[in-house]
C-alpha cells in the first residue's frame, strides 16, 4: 500500500461512525398442516421493499419491547417476543437529507399469536405471510437473507418428530 492509499485509508476510519443501533422483529408462525413456519415481511414506506420490522431504540422499552412495537405499530401483529437476539444484520438506512448512515439491526423472533385490524401504519404497508426461503429471496440485505435462512432450519430442526422413547434412530 503506498503512502497515499494509506492516508485516504485513515481519513476513512477518523470520520467513519459507528452503525447506529435498530430493533428489528422476525414475525413467524407455525404451519400446523404442514411442519413448517412462514415469517412476515412488510414492505418498507418509502422504496416499496421487502424488509421486516424494525425502528428505533424506544425510552423505556427494552430491545426486545422496542421490535415488539415496531411488529404492532408497522405490521399490526402482537405476540410472545424472544428476550435474545437471534442475530443482527447491517444496512444503510436513507435519512429524509439524502444522507445514508450504516445501521445495525439486532433481530427478536416474534411468535405471533394475534393479527390487529387496526394499528398505526395501517394501508402504507404491504404485508405477507412467506416462507423463509421466499423471504430470503424478497430482502435485499445479505445480512437479513441469511438469518432468515438459519432461523428456518433451527425452526426446522424444533419442529421435527422426537424419536421415541427407547429408540435409537439408527
Known amino acids: 500500500m503506498n503512502i497515499l492509499d494509506r492516508i485516504v485509508s485513515d481519513v476513512h476510519l477518523m470520520f467513519r461512525r459507528p452503525a447506529r443501533e435498530q430493533y428489528g422483529a422476525l414475525c413467524y408462525r407455525v404451519k400446523k398442516k404442514r411442519s413448517g413456519v412462514e415469517v412476515l415481511l412488510i414492505t418498507s414506506r ?4 421487502w424488509v421486516i420490522p424494525k425502528g428505533w431504540p424506544m425510552d423505556g422499552k427494552s430491545a426486545a419491547g422496542a421490535a415488539a ?6 405490521a399490526g401483529v402482537k405476540g410472545k417476543i424472544a428476550e435474545e437476539p437471534i442475530g443482527s444484520y447491517h444496512y444503510m438506512k436513507g435519512l429524509p437529507e439524502g444522507l445514508k448512515v ?3 439491526v439486532r433481530v427478536f423472533a416474534l411468535a405471533v399469536d394475534d393479527i390487529c385490524k387496526n394499528f398505526p401504519e395501517k394501508g402504507e404497508r404491504r404485508a405477507e405471510w412467506v416462507d423463509c426461503t421466499e423471504a430470503a429471496n424478497r430482502v435485499q440485505e445479505p445480512g437479513l ?3 432468515l435462512l438459519a432461523f428456518e432450519e433451527k425452526m426446522l430442526a424444533e419442529l421435527a418428530p422426537k424419536p421415541k422413547n427407547g429408540t435409537t434412530g439408527a
Do not use: I, V
Not at 418509502?46 to 421493499?49: A, C, K, V
Not at 412495537?69 to 408497522?74: D, G, P, Q, S
Open 102 to 104: 450504516d445501521c445495525r
Open 69 to 74: 412495537r415496531e411488529a404492532w405499530e408497522e
Open 46 to 49: 418509502d422504496t416499496g421493499r
Open 145 to 147: 437473507k441469511s438469518l
